[in-house]
């Protein structure tokens, strides 16, 4: 499935605006129209455990979920609302479907600013809560503030769309054996002969769609120490000269024919890296 380098190089490598089936909600930089350029630069004969260290929505995990099985993933993000929310759709997945539905027929923009209010991270109602808020978000903008409070509007002249169950079955089928990490990135300096996927939020980006900023020092400083030992791919929207880079990555660009979500245009850029 994977090409080797010099086919890479060659390879164009674009992202439409398409539907997908790698997403269990919309998320800021959400990677589910990727798979195309997992399938080009990710080998087929992967050793080791894959790590999704900023796992977001999930797409990138339930990517390598399809491809290589759960039971060889480890999802991590350290927003514990998000990661509740997996959780929930790995091992309650009817009855998130049906919070979801009770939602569904209540929905209106005041009952969207009430559900705002209620807890989002405990259980598998903090899940259905967080679950109609995304579905429902303006431009689907998953956005939290510096003390992870959601506070995305709720989008203008749309009616609530359904979650069909079967898709959400499959989904939770699809995560069974998935590892659900709420860890800082840091946590996993030491991990070695391993896949590690990595989806930060954008530097140099200050419109407060995250809970939280990097330090480019110590990302980097993190990014020496396990691309000595593993397989890293690195997916950013800045140029690849602010992570110090060594040669032995090739790096790429990739058009988007979408907004990056943090601003509005009709075509973007992004980069990838990876070391091997």
């Not at 674009?14 to 089936?21: E, G, W, Y």
């Not at 399809?66 to 609302?81: A, L, M, T």
């Not at 990056?260 to 091997?276: D, G, H, P, R, V």
Request: hydrophobic fraction near 35%; glycine fraction near 6%; proline fraction near 4%.
């Amino acid at each position: 499935m994977n090409k080797d380098r010099a086919s890479i190089q060659q390879s164009e490598f674009v992202v439409k605006n398409k539907r997908a089936n790698l997403k269990i909600i919309p998320y800021i930089g959400c990677k589910a129209g990727f798979k195309d350029i997992f399938d080009k630069i990710i080998p087929d004969n992967l050793a080791g455990r894959i790590y999704d260290i900023f796992g977001g929505g999930g797409a990138f995990s339930l990517y390598a979920c399809n491809r290589f099985g759960s039971h060889r993933v480890i999802y991590n993000d350290n927003n514990s609302i998000v990661v509740n929310l997996i959780r929930q759709v790995q091992t309650s997945p009817l009855r998130l479907w049906e919070l979801y539905n009770e939602h569904y027929n209540n929905s209106s923009t005041e009952y969207y600013y009430q559900v705002r209010n209620l807890c989002l991270e405990n259980g598998v109602e903090g899940a259905a809560n967080f679950l109609y808020l995304a579905k429902n978000a303006f431009s689907g903008k998953i956005r939290f503030n510096s003390s992870n409070k959601f506070n995305s509007p709720i989008r203008k002249g749309s009616s609530c769309p359904k979650v069909e169950l079967d898709s959400l079955l499959n989904l939770s089928k699809t995560i069974q054996d998935l590892t659900i990490m709420n860890e800082d990135y840091k946590e996993f300096a030491c991990v070695d002969n391993s896949f590690l996927y990595l989806d930060p939020p954008y530097f140099n980006n200050t419109n407060g769609h995250y809970n939280g900023v990097l330090d480019l020092g110590e990302f980097n400083q993190f990014l020496r120490t396990i691309e000595l030992k593993n397989k890293v791919v690195l997916s950013e929207q800045n140029q690849p000269n602010i992570f110090d880079l060594p040669e032995s990555y090739t790096v790429r660009p990739i058009t988007l024919m979408r907004s990056l979500q943090y601003f509005t245009q009709n075509k973007s850029e992004e980069m990838i890296a990876f070391n091997f």
